[in-house]
Nanobody, 126 residues
Framework: QVELVESGGGLVQPGGSLNLSCVVSGRAFRVNDMAWYRRAPGMQRELVAQIAPSPIPHYARINYAPFVRGRFIISRDNIANAVFLQMDSLNPEDTDVYYC???????????????WGQGTQVTVSS
């Protein structure tokens, strides 16, 4: 059974940093795009950053939401099937539950499906 296991959330002061990690637990034939989303209570989930697989990490296709504004960096480890989000210059508006997402295929004959982590709380407050 495949699960996405997240870690790294917590409480940080404005201007501080946090690093989120997410690993695909269980066997998967292929992991395609991986991403981080976030959702505030009563709001829809929104994309934070997305990264495609690439044999050369420098050339991985990456998308960031406009509100990131150069403050966050997404990266991945294709061997470990893990994705990371380094968040700097955090502000109170970044307070949300952050969710890891991976589009993957468990067996070669399966279609791709989206899998989600359980969510990790990020709180930015003084």
């Amino acid at each position: 059974q495949v699960e996405l296991v997240e870690s790294g959330g917590g409480l940080v002061q404005p201007g501080g940093s946090l690093n989120l990690s997410c690993v695909v637990s269980g066997r998967a034939f292929r992991v395609n795009d991986m991403a981080w989303y976030r959702r505030a209570p009563g709001m829809q989930r929104e994309l934070v950053a997305q990264i495609a697989p690439s044999p050369i990490p420098h050339y991985a296709r990456i998308n960031y939401a406009p509100f990131v504004r150069g403050r966050f960096i997404i990266s991945r480890d294709n061997i470990a099937n893990a994705v990371f989000l380094q968040m700097d210059s955090l502000n109170p508006e970044d307070t949300d539950v952050y969710y890891c997402n991976a589009r993957l295929r468990i067996n070669p004959w399966d279609q791709e499906n989206d899998y989600w982590g359980q969510g990790t709380q990020v709180t930015v407050s003084s």
